[in-house]
Structure formats: C-alpha cells, structure tokens
C-alpha cells in the first residue's frame, strides 16, 4: 500500500513476546492511521471496564499516510490509551523527529500491553521489538532519558520518555521527546502514567524504510498551491510561535485568569510573545523537514536565573501557569514549563489544578498547612515547588497528581464547582465562555475538554459570530469530524489548517489521493472521520460515560 508500512506489531510485556500482523487495506482505507487506528486497535484489545493502570490496558504509537512524506508538518505521530485522568479513550500528538522513524520501522502502529517485570524500555525496529532494562535511567528526566538512550542505541534513532510524573503514575503525566533540541511532548491525559504502570521508561525507535507515494507529480503540484497560503498564515507562528496568541486573545476578552473569574489579565503584555521575544529569543527549532519552524529555545541572561537555557512556553502552557495563577514574571513560565517537560508533566492540567488551589485557599476550604508551602495568587515560587512535589508525590503533591476534579472532590462538597474542566480534563486557554462553538466542542468532545477536538482557530476570524449560538453544534460537528481526519493523516495542525483548509475539504482529498491512490472525496473523507468519532464514544460508553456527560464545566456556566 502507498502511504502505510503495511505492519501492525504487538508487544506483551508480561510475556516479553511480540508478533507482526498485516495491517488490513480495508482498514487503512476506513481509518487511515494514526488516531483512527488507534481507536479501532484500542475497542478491539482493551477490555471494557478495567483500571487504566491494569496491565491489560494498552498503550498504541501510531502514524499515518503523511508521515515521512513530503507534506508539511508530516512528522507527527499519535500515542493513545485509556486515560488515567478521565477514564476516557485519550489520543495525543506529538512531533520532532520520532513520528519519521517510527513510520521507517515499517509499523504503522505497535500496540504495547502487559506490565514488565522491572524498570525497561521497547526498542522497535524493522524486525520487531526488544525489550531491554532500564533500571539506569529509573527516576531521571525525560531529557536525559533520552540523550541517554540515543547514544546506546545509535544517532539514526529517536526515543521518547516518561520522566518522574509517569513513575509516580501522576495522572496528567506526558511524553517528551527531543531531537536537536526540539522537543515534542505527547502531554495531555496522563498517558505517560500509564507506560509507568507498565514499567516503561522509553519507546525507542530504529529505521531505515521508505514511504512510497502514489504519485508524486500530483502530490508537488498540490503543495506548491499552497506554500503560499501556508507561508502567509504562519508568519506569526515562525516568528514568535503560540505565545504570539497572548496579546489579541486577551484582547478579544477570552483569556482566563484568576482561575478563570476573569476574561482578560492586566499583565499579559508582560507574558506575551512579543515581549518574550526581546527578552529571551535564543534561536528557532522545528520538527523533521518542516518549513514553520514554530519551535524557540530561549535563553535567560541576567538576574537570579542567568545562564539557563528553555523551550519557549506554549500559549496554553503560558495560560494555565501564568494568569490562571495571577503570575506575570516570564521567568518562572519559562522555569516552570522546563521543569514540567522535564519531570513529564502535562503544563495545561497542572495550572488549572493549582488555579483550584489558589481560589480553594481564598475561600478557606485549603489552609496553608494543607498545601506545605507558601502559595497563593501570583506566588510564582510556590508554584515551582508544588510543580516538583507533584511529579514526585510528595506531600500535598500527592493529592495534586490526581488532577482538579479528585482534588476538589476531596476538599469541599461545592469543590467541583470551582474546577475548569470537562470528563475530568482541565480546559485550556481557549474560553469557552467567549468561544460557543468551542463551549459544545468541549462538552461533547470524547476525550474531555480538549481545544485538539474542536477547534478554536475558525472562531477567532473577524467574520465568525463568536458570541452567537446559532449553527454551533454544527460547526462542532464538523470540527470534531476535521481534527479525527488530520490527527488520522498525521499532520500537524498547524501546517494542515493554514495550508490545507480548516474543514475537511478538496485539498485533503487531493492529498490522500496523490499519496494513496485511492479514489477518495471530501465526503468520503468526512464520513471517515465520523467513523472515529463513533468508535471513540462506544470506548467510553462500554466505561459507562454516556451523553449524560457532555455538560460544560459548572465554572463556566456559573
């Protein structure tokens, strides 16, 4: 088949066995790959009802048709399982160079089930997968986990670790990989807490086949009608990458702050992309052969923090653990989203978790004796310290590693009610108090309130009714149907809704023409991603999470 390795490989862990299964063309052509597969290999091998940190739970790595071609943003790869944090089928992306040599092992996703014996890593080739001790790197971070791996393994392949978090089953503990100093985190739903259940410190990956592609001439005539739409619409991206959105987001009045008892923050300035660009610019990095480069690696030099050096903060990072928190020093977001990379943590859930904490505090339901440290609004020092505490569980890190939603179910009858979330999924940085086809993509969404399911992008257009109710539901649809596609394809969702289209349409049916061969149409390509959607939601009903749950966050109804 153009496009795929053909190859479905299964590890057990408990067994320490792996077998190689054909990846059916029928498949392929109903769901892609990446997220898509996932779904379908998770329902298939996942028995209903159990504990996500029940061996018999599974973790898939999984790419698509894109990946390692000649697309823009190709090198992405999806990691899903069922979540710790929600309970919830739970897929996330990630980019670097890893995605590109998993597809070169020939596996278009490796299942991963069973628990092994001691601290261990899945090495994956060509003719399958080893799995070799790990107790060396037990209790490093992710980092060096990886460097550490690399250079055992060969500069020709790439890892990705689980750092403390993962070790201490924290349940929003994240993936991160890095490759010339560009990182790509799989951070959201605790999926790394899971591979720590199984004694899983790194996926390695190792190489060397080629992807092929149907036809080549139609595929370069297709990019070359949009490099110019894809160069223009990520100017902003290359120049300052996410955190440029700080400035006209709190403008538009949807910036949360103050655990989101507001809509603007008075000190976004101060944390926004253009002031951290004067300040801290070190230099830009990108994934595998793509032309965005929408990565920054900055550098602190001068005062208390000099010499240190950084990935740049996401915009979403830059929310939850700067005006969620009150906090307006770029310093300690700078600090704080290294240290939750590095420890493995998911910076989205860890903000709005201590959001929670802050308004708990305020309100007398936490006393300061409860938390161990100082914190509070605009305490940025007491937030780094409770950020190591959770990846390591220490003291009130404990009860922080359950996320928001057991937290407050543990501190107040009414402590839910404070919590930003939906199915147990802390929200991110886009309102959904400002954004109301947002506001239905979060409640109905199957992993939780994630921005990756519906999307924000087409609502912040001039001419979007922002505010309006009407023909919402169906823009959630349509979006949900969209993101099931491209995180199917793989392809970032930068270089896909910039240069591609921001709904399924006909450039993405050239795309997987040019790349497949198959006769495919925008409808046929927009069925395919209802196909996922209703193989994610009967995962979660055969939990018992039914369409009683697709409710906003009381916070925000409130």
Known sequence: MHGYGGRLLFVDLTRNVCRVEPLDPATARALLGGNGLAARLLYDHVPAGIDPFDPANAVVFAVGPVTDTTVPGNSRACVASKSPLTGLFFDSTFGGRFPATLKRTGFDAVLITGRAPVPSYVCVTEAGADVKPAQAWWGASTRDTVNALVAVEGADADAIAIGP???????????????????????????????????????????????????????????????????????????????????????LGALGSYNLREETFAHARAVGGEEMKAHYHDRDTTCLKCPVACGKQYAITEGEFAGRKAKMPEYETIFALGPMLGIDNPEALILANDLCDLLGMDTISMGVTLAFVAEAIERGWLKPTDVGVPFGWGDWRGMLRLVEMTARREGFGDRLAEGAWRLAESVHPEGTNLVYAVKRLELPAHSARALKGLSIGYATATRGGSHHDTRPTPQYAPTFDRRGTQDKPEFAVRSQHFTAVGDSLTICRFTSERGFGLFVGEPYARMVRAITGWDVTTDGLERVGERIINLERPFNVRGAVGSASDTQSQKVIS
């Open 165 to 251: 978090a993962g070790e201490h089953r924290v349940r929003f503990a994240a993936l991160a990989h890095y490759w010339k100093n560009r990182e790509g985190v799989a951070g959201r739903g605790g999926i790394a807490a899971v591979l720590g259940s199984k004694n899983v410190k790194a996926v390695v990956v190792r190489g060397a086949r080629k992807t092929s592609v149907a036809d080549a001439a139609a595929l370069k005539a297709l990019l070359e009608e949009t490099r110019e739409p894809l160069k223009t619409g990520t100017k902003a991206l290359t120049e300052f990458g996410t955190s440029f959105l700080v400035g006209p987001i709190n403008a």
